[in-house]
């Protein structure tokens, strides 16, 4: 059997599957036009007597083996997705053979979204702006393109309050609310649009401690499924340049669940394995009063900004921008992005390790640029990211540029 004949029965395999699973919103998610193309990464219940399920062992790792090698881009790659929809023997045999973002530079289920990039070469991705419904739409690839290239990771929604500003973001972009398992996550200004703070909705590392909020409810009363907890992973600030004498943003990055040492020789940043399986997986324990079961809440506008940690957990990893330099014929501030940024912005910036001395980081290292994020279009731009930043840190601080910064600027 060829390997184009194979990947057309197991297209229309997964067809099927999806018709009679139990699951059907799961189905729907990775189909949707206006969801991530990424399938949730959670086992689909299937017909496990299908011949495809009772595969020798042999046999199934081949196959799966010759789809990874040979679909690595997108819309092409959907095979590798097809093939972990397949039943659950399959889909954990492809969970082995599918390499994390870091080590191949791809991203294929959801959990690679948070994972750090790769080390050599930046992950290209473009945001596309709605200016009527306050959405934006993180994409992979290279530019915008007309057909189904276009692949959706992350959705976010803006959402003013009295006293900030809510970026909430999600694998849908049509599913915004907080109580669903397509929200991964938000991002917080403070009045002012100077300071913001990236909340997960799981934890990136066991030692960090949900932040709660005033609305409660029983835990039965939630879906197993549903995130609950926001969790503190980084800061944002700009500062403030209301003379303008300062020059171009300047922006600092306080990434609190990376520690500085992730980006020294042989560091290593948290790279989290899989999404919660339940709910009671993302909340730490509660006490509980007279049998009652413990009380969570989710929607609060006051949460606090400074996480907490374990001891030993190491210094944070703090980003800066990289300094430009002042073109005396075009009379403004330059930066190379290589081509990637063709419509000068003062949301346009590039972002390079803040170390010292003392934490022995190399100087290559120190002037690679971890992430950048540019115009290139009437409400389109581009962000390219790479170790130790993971897709989703990446967009929440690309977000923050959007937000109106007159004291800033």
């Keep these: 059997m060829s390997l ?23 189905s729907k998610l990775w189909r949707s036009r206006t969801s991530s193309h990424v399938v949730p990464d959670q086992p689909q219940e299937s017909a496990e007597q299908s011949p495809w399920a009772n595969l020798p062992p042999e046999l199934l790792l081949d196959i799966i083996h010759r789809v990874e090698e040979s679909e690595t881009a997108w819309p092409a790659r959907a095979a590798v ?54 959405t934006y739409l993180l994409f992979y690839g ?38 669903s398992y397509t929200y991964v996550g938000k991002l917080r200004s403070n009045f002012l649009g100077t300071k913001f703070t990236v909340y997960d909705s799981q934890p990136p590392c066991d030692s960090m ?7 409660r409810f029983h835990s039965k009363q939630v879906s197993p499924r549903l995130p609950a907890c926001n969790y503190s992973i980084g800061t944002i600030t700009y500062e403030l340049n209301v003379l303008r004498t300062r020059g171009p943003r300047r922006m600092h990055c306080v990434l609190h669940s990376i520690p500085v040492s992730a980006i020294q020789e042989g560091g290593t940043a948290p790279t989290p394995l899989a999404l919660p399986q339940s709910f009671d997986e993302q909340l730490s324990p509660l006490p509980s009063s007279k049998g009652k079961q413990p009380l969570i809440d989710t929607s609060s506008t006051s949460l606090a900004v400074t996480p907490l940690f374990s001891p030993g957990s190491g210094e944070p990893l703090t980003l800066k921008n990289k300094a430009p330099r002042w073109h005396e014929q075009l009379q403004c501030w330059c930066l190379n992005f290589k081509g990637r940024v063709t419509v000068a912005s003062v949301k346009n910036f590039q972002l390079v390790a803040a170390v010292e001395p003392e934490h022995n980081v190399s100087p290559e290292d120190q002037e690679k640029v971890i992430l950048q994020f540019g115009k290139i279009g009437k409400d389109i731009f581009t962000m390219d990211y790479q170790y130790p930043l993971s897709a989703f840190q990446a967009f929440a601080i690309c977000l923050s540029s959007f937000d109106t910064k007159p004291a800033c600027e």
């Design 81 to 134: 997705v097809f093939c972990a929809a397949v039943c659950r023997s399959w889909r954990e045999i492809t969970k082995e053979i599918v390499k994390t973002p870091e080590q191949c530079g791809r991203l294929t289920f959801p959990i690679s979204l948070k994972q750090p990039g790769h080390r050599e070469s930046p992950i290209q991705c473009y945001i596309r702006r709605d200016r009527a419904t306050s």
């Design 4 to 26: 184009k004949i194979m990947m057309r029965e197991l297209k229309e395999m997964k067809d099927g599957i999806g018709n009679i699973s139990k699951r059907g919103g799961e």
């Design 142 to 179: 290279l530019v915008p393109s007309e057909g189904e290239g276009d692949k959706l990771l992350l959705a976010a929604r803006k959402v003013r309050r009295a006293t900030c500003t809510d970026f909430v973001i999600s694998l849908a972009a049509d599913d915004f609310a907080r109580a």
């Design 209 to 215: 401690i949900p932040l709660t909020t005033h609305r």
